[in-house]
């Protein structure tokens, strides 16, 4: 059939799409727990960690899930990714989208070879990183997960 697109095609405005993007844009987000109360979305306040799931990752102001927080989402709620991140105690590098994406977004680059062409390596190019020893700030999704290591090693927590 000449007139007759995929679901694929009609995705991209009449373009194939590879069937590694097609199986992202068919993938359906189960339905997600809205917040049943106040206490529900404090207590994923309180450990951040818990917000990211396998397939959605829960928005800590309005509690909608998603795959990803994306600028748009965070625009509407007159934040940036960054001030969400300080807000809520997430380190500066994590993406906010789901596990299942992250994986994706990572096998891609992987079979991409991404690795490969990274020109400029800082830690290599200014030794005052190196001798700064990593020093950074410590966000609260650190602290928790350093704790967590500490009482399943059996050491007590302080």
């Not at 109360?37 to 309005?62: F, G, M």
């Not at 789901?98 to 030794?127: D, K, Q, S, T």
């Not at 290591?149 to 059996?154: E, F, L, M, V």
Request: charged share 30%.
């Amino acid at each position: 059939m000449a007139g007759h697109l995929d679901a694929g095609r009609a995705c991209r405005g009449g373009h194939a799409m590879s069937p590694l993007a097609a199986a992202v844009a068919m993938r359906h987000l189960p339905p997600a727990p809205r917040p049943r109360s106040a206490e529900w979305l404090a207590a994923l306040k309180v450990d951040p960690r818990q917000a990211i799931e396998e397939e959605r990752i829960i928005c800590l102001i309005c509690g909608g899930a998603f795959r990803q927080l994306t600028n748009t989402h965070l625009q509407g709620h007159q934040t940036s990714a960054a001030d969400y991140k300080r807000q809520f105690g997430y380190n500066r590098r994590r993406p906010l989208m789901c596990r299942w994406l992250l994986r994706f977004y990572a096998e891609r680059a992987v079979r991409n070879g991404l690795a490969l062409r990274i020109r400029r390596r800082p830690i290599v190019a200014e030794p005052e990183l190196r001798r700064r020893g990593g020093s950074r700030p410590v966000a609260l999704e650190e602290l928790l997960t350093r704790r967590d290591a500490r009482r399943t090693s059996g050491r007590a927590s302080p």
